[in-house]
C-alpha cells in the first residue's frame, strides 16, 4: 500500500491492537503472550481463551492498551477490575468463591512515581501485608508493563516473554523478521501484522487510528509534562472531540468511533451529545 514507509502496523494503535491480539483468527496469539506474562506466577498454566477473555478455569482476563499518560488510570484499573468481579455474584445460596481476576495494562508511558526505577519495567500487584509482604488474596492481580523501560537489544532477548516484550515495543520499527524470533506464534504475528496485506477498509481504519494515536499522544504527553499547563490539557481534551466529531461527520456509529479512538462508548456518546 501506498504512503506507508513501515511494514507493519503500529500495534499501540487501537486497530494494531485489536487486529492481533482480538480477532479470532489470532486469539492463539493472545495466549501465548498472556501465558508468558503468568508462566512466572504459575508454571505451565494452560489456559484456553475466547474473545471475552476467560479462560477454562473461569478466570477473568481485562487486557489493555493504554497510549498515554492519565490521570487517575490506577484507580480506573481498579474500577474495572470490579466489574468480573461483580459479574461472578449467583442468585441463591451461594458461598462467595470467586475466580481469580486479571487486569494486564500495556502502557506506552511510565508512572511518574517509577522514573526512579530505569530498569524495572513489569510490576505485579496483589493484596498484601504491609508489614510482613504476604500475599493477603491471591484471586486480584495487576500487572503494569511500562513499555519504554524496555531496552533490551535482540542480543540480550533471554526468554519468550522477552520476545514478546521486544516486538510489543518494536514491531512499527522492523522491516523483516529477525532470526532469533523465527518461531511459529510470531511469524504468525507478523504475518497478520503486514500493512500490504490489509485491504482497502482495513487501510482506511488504520490510517484513522494511527493518526488519531500519534496526534493524541503528542498532545498529551505535552499536557503531562512537568508544569501540566491547563491551557495544554484543555488542547489535548479538544483534540480528543475534534477526532470524535469527525469520526461521527463521516457516519461512523458509536462502536466504530470508540474502537479507533479507544474511548469508551459512553464517553463517546458523551462528546457527540455535547
Known amino acids: 500500500m501506498e504512503g ?3 511494514k507493519y502496523i503500529n500495534l499501540f494503535t487501537d486497530f494494531g491492537f485489536k ?3 482480538g480477532e479470532e483468527p489470532n486469539k492463539n496469539l493472545l495466549l501465548d503472550f498472556l501465558n508468558e506474562l503468568l508462566r512466572e506466577q504459575e508454571e505451565n498454566r494452560k489456559a484456553i481463551f475466547d474473545l471475552y477473555c476467560v479462560n477454562d478455569k473461569g478466570e477473568k482476563f481485562i487486557v489493555e492498551l493504554q497510549k498515554t499518560k492519565q490521570n487517575f488510570f490506577k484507580e480506573r484499573s481498579v474500577y474495572y477490575a470490579t466489574f468480573p468481579i461483580r459479574e461472578q455474584v449467583k442468585k441463591g445460596k451461594w458461598n462467595y468463591e470467586l475466580k481469580a481476576v486479571y487486569t494486564i495494562a500495556i502502557l ?6 517509577d522514573e526512579n526505577e530505569p530498569d524495572k519495567y513489569r510490576y ?3 493484596l498484601s501485608d504491609i508489614e510482613t509482604h504476604k500475599v493477603f488474596y491471591n484471586k486480584l492481580t495487576f500487572i503494569y508493563l511500562e513499555m519504554p523501560k524496555f531496552q533490551k537489544t535482540l542480543e540480550e532477548l533471554e526468554t519468550r516473554f522477552d520476545k514478546w516484550m ?3 515495543r518494536n514491531l512499527e520499527r522492523l522491516q523483516n523478521i529477525p532470526s532469533k524470533l523465527q518461531e511459529q ?3 504468525q504475528l507478523f504475518e497478520a501484522a503486514e500493512i500490504a496485506k490489509l485491504d482497502q477498509k482495513q487501510l482506511l481504519s488504520y490510517e484513522d487510528s494511527l ?10 504527553d505535552t499536557a503531562f509534562d512537568e ?3 491547563e491551557g495544554l490539557v484543555e488542547g489535548a481534551l479538544a483534540k480528543e472531540v475534534s477526532f470524535v466529531l469527525r469520526f461521527h461527520s463521516k457516519g461512523m456509529d458509536i462502536s466504530m468511533i470508540a474502537e479507533l479512538t479507544g474511548l469508551s462508548e459512553e464517553r463517546v456518546k458523551e462528546i457527540i451529545k455535547n
Do not use: A, T
Open 4 to 6: 506507508f514507509e513501515e
Open 19 to 21: 487486529k492481533l491480539f
Open 108 to 113: 506506552d508511558f511510565i508512572f511518574e512515581e
Open 124 to 126: 505485579d500487584v496483589k
Open 166 to 168: 521486544y516486538i510489543i
Open 185 to 187: 506464534v510470531f511469524e
Open 211 to 220: 493518526k488519531y494515536y500519534r496526534d493524541l499522544k503528542n498532545s498529551l
Open 227 to 229: 508544569g501540566k499547563e
